[in-house]
T-cell receptor, first 112, second 114 residues
Framework: QQQVKQSPQSLIVQKGGISIINCAYE??????FPWYQQFPGKGPALLIA?????SEKKEGRFTISFNKSAKQFSLHIMDSQPGDSATYFC???????????FGRGTSLIVHP | NAGVTQTPKFRVLKTGQSMTLLCAQD?????MYWYRQDPGMGLRLIHY???????AKGEVPDGYNVSRLKKQNFLLGLESAAPSQTSVYFC?????????????FGDGTRLSIL
């Protein structure tokens, strides 16, 4: 049973465009929602994270939008650049768990 | 500060051979994890450890064993390799303090079983 559903599986965007990746979850106990970025040949690395007490968090061109009632959260990449081409994973974790639950990943390609 | 280091980076095995993957972290993290990454399947948890001397099964533990004899090291063993174990293996670690601690990943071990 997939507890965090991530879409789309792949995404192609033109340079300067907005990339949007969505995740939906079922477990209302989740209270930490990180996004990881993975470049080819490398391990995932934390990009940005949010807790459910805020609806939005922005770091540079990257923004997480969080909708607690809909149990959804999304990553927006503004002014997408070719260097943003990577695989992005959303994740969710509850405070009482050792284990985060990952989405299946989105492969983003930004064309120059 | 190396973070999480995985050894080896690449390996090719024949079916039935055994091997051990080593993960070492220098951040004094309590929690450590082994994942496998396959196309379209995301990151699947194999085993994890919440402290020295402890291990627990994850989502896909069959065919793998682990040991955490030292806090900084987490070993993943394949006793009898099978082609289905061809994958990229990632180790991760996390500090136990605080609710919002991210995982830190190594750069992976690419394993092919022929």
């Amino acid at each position: 049973q997939q507890q965090v559903k991530q879409s789309p599986q792949s995404l192609i965007v033109q340079k300067g465009g907005i990339s949007i990746i969505n995740c939906a979850y079922e477990n209302t106990a989740f209270d930490y929602f990180p996004w990881y970025q993975q470049f080819p040949g490398k391990g995932p690395a934390l990009l940005i994270a949010i807790r459910p007490d805020v609806s939005e968090k922005k770091e540079g061109r990257f923004t997480i939008s969080f909708n607690k009632s809909a149990k959804q959260f999304s990553l927006h990449i503004m002014d997408s650049q070719p260097g943003d081409s990577a695989t992005y994973f959303c994740a969710a974790k509850s405070g009482g768990s050792y284990i985060p639950t990952f989405g299946r990943g989105t492969s983003l390609i930004v064309h120059p | 500060n190396a973070g999480v280091t995985q050894t080896p980076k690449f390996r090719v095995l024949k079916t039935g051979q055994s091997m051990t993957l080593l993960c070492a972290q220098d951040m004094n993290h309590e929690y450590m994890y082994w994942y496998r990454q396959d196309p379209g399947m995301g990151l699947r948890l194999i085993h994890y450890s919440v402290g020295e001397g402890t291990t627990a099964k994850g989502e896909v533990p069959d065919g793998y064993n682990v040991s955490r004899l030292k806090k900084q090291n987490f070993l993943l063993g394949l006793e009898s390799a099978a082609p289905s174990q061809t994958s990229v293996y990632f180790c991760a670690s996390r500090h136990y303090r605080g609710l919002s601690q991210p995982q830190h990943f190594g750069d992976g071990t690419r394993l092919s079983i022929l």
